[in-house]
Structures are given as C-alpha cells and as structure tokens.
C-alpha cells in the first residue's frame, strides 16, 4: 500500500530544462516536504509546506519552486536545471502535532546532463 | 550549524554481532527522536522512535537509548544481519514546531556475513 508516491524513479533532464518532479500523499498529511540526498551531506530541506498554497523555504532553496494546489499534491520545480542539481530527490509528509514522523516517497533518482 | 550530528560516516559489524549507531545533538528544545533507515534508491523508511521523556524504546532487535544529560541517542541492533546493511539517519523534532525534522548526515552500515 504506497502512501507517498513519486512520479518518477529515474529522470535524465538536460541543463537549462524547465524540470517538475511530482508528489501525491494520500494520506490526508498536512504537512509535505522536498528534501535532495547527496553523498556526505544527507538529506537537505529544500522546500516544505503547511497547507494548501503556502510554501516556506528549506535549507536550500536556490534554483528550486514549489507548488501547492491540493493538499495532497506538492511539486518541485527546477526553474533552468543545472548539472549540480543531480541528486536524489526524495519527497515526504506528515501530520501536525500528534506522533512525529514523516513518511518517505521511493524518490526520484535526477540526473542533468 | 549542525544540529543533529553522526559522527560515524560508516561502520562494519560481523553477522550475529551488535551494532551500534550514535548520534548527537545541540537543542535541548528536540522532544522526539527518531531513526531512519534508507536503502540504495529507496527512500527513507521509519523504524524506530523515542520521545524525550524517556530513556529507552526497544522495538524487537533494535533498541534506542536516549541520553538527555549528554544529549546523545544510540540505535543498538542486536543480533545484526546482512539485510540491516543500510545507511541510518538520526532524526529530531523541535518542541513546539509543526514537525519539522532535523536529520543528522547518516552512517552507513555494513554488516558482514
């Protein structure tokens, strides 16, 4: 039963594409967020969202937007992709207060070229 | 500013024997804690959780200890397998925000045969 789900596992864009990288919770979460994995540096908050249309921004916005319509879909979008965004992208969400914890898309393994 | 620290990039354990993944912390704010644990091209997966208020949570063979005087939590995997060989991520909620996780950099585990 896949809860967070990530458009795409493996994407090859060439520098300077407009680049979206989708997420669907179905959940129910509040809360989503963009986080990119990166040999030695873990994960990297990029963007994240309480609601609907509100987005504030992570440790490492630049070169990245975000886009919030419906709850339970957050999208990533590399304005001009360049070849230092290659990374792993990982998608997550989660509930306000209660227990803690997020839960994890498969992620989107993007390769600029 | 780290907040959530591994200081152990990677480390190597025999089948059968015990592992142990450390991790440290600089607020006294974080109320809960949590463990990740990521394969290669999968996301993170949750696996265990301890809040503040107590010193240990134990979870079949993986325990975490939690250690507020020294602001340090240990995952002790007992008796570990090949299958735990994975990269663990420390993970810390800040009392009062709205789940937000700080993750430390991860350790790669590797669990010999």
């Known amino acids: 039963d896949v809860k967070v789900t990530q458009s795409s596992r493996y994407l090859v864009k060439r520098t300077g594409e407009k680049v979206f990288l989708e997420c669907v919770q179905d959940m129910d979460h509040e809360n989503m967020f963009w986080y990119r994995q990166d040999p030695g540096l873990g994960l990297r908050l990029i963007y994240f969202?309480?609601?609907?249309?509100?987005?504030e921004k992570g440790d490492i916005p630049e070169g990245y937007s975000v886009s919030r319509e419906k709850k339970e879909r957050f999208s990533l979008i590399l304005e001009s992709a360049s070849t230092n965004q290659t990374s792993m992208y990982l998608c997550?969400?989660?509930?306000?207060?209660?227990?803690?914890?997020?839960?994890f898309g498969s992620g989107t393994r993007l390769t600029v070229v | 500013d780290q907040q959530v620290k591994q200081n152990s990039p990677s480390l190597s354990v025999q089948e059968g024997r015990i592992s142990i993944l450390n991790c440290d912390y600089t607020?006294?704010?974080?109320?809960?804690f949590l463990w990740y644990k990521k394969y290669p091209a999968e996301g993170p997966t949750f696996l265990i959780s301890?809040?503040?208020?107590?010193d240990k949570n134990e979870d079949g063979r993986f325990t975490v200890f939690l250690n507020k005087s020294a602001k340090h939590l240990s995952l002790h995997i007992v008796p570990s397998q090949p299958g735990d060989s994975a990269v663990y991520f420390c993970a810390a909620r800040r009392w009062g925000s709205q789940g937000n996780l700080i993750f430390g950099k991860g350790t790669k585990l590797s669990v010999k045969p």
């Open positions: 997550a969400s989660s509930e306000t207060g209660g227990k803690a914890g997020y839960t």
């Open positions: 301890i809040s503040s208020i107590k």
């Open positions: 969202s309480y609601d609907v249309k509100m987005k």
């Open positions: 607020n006294s704010m974080f109320d809960y």
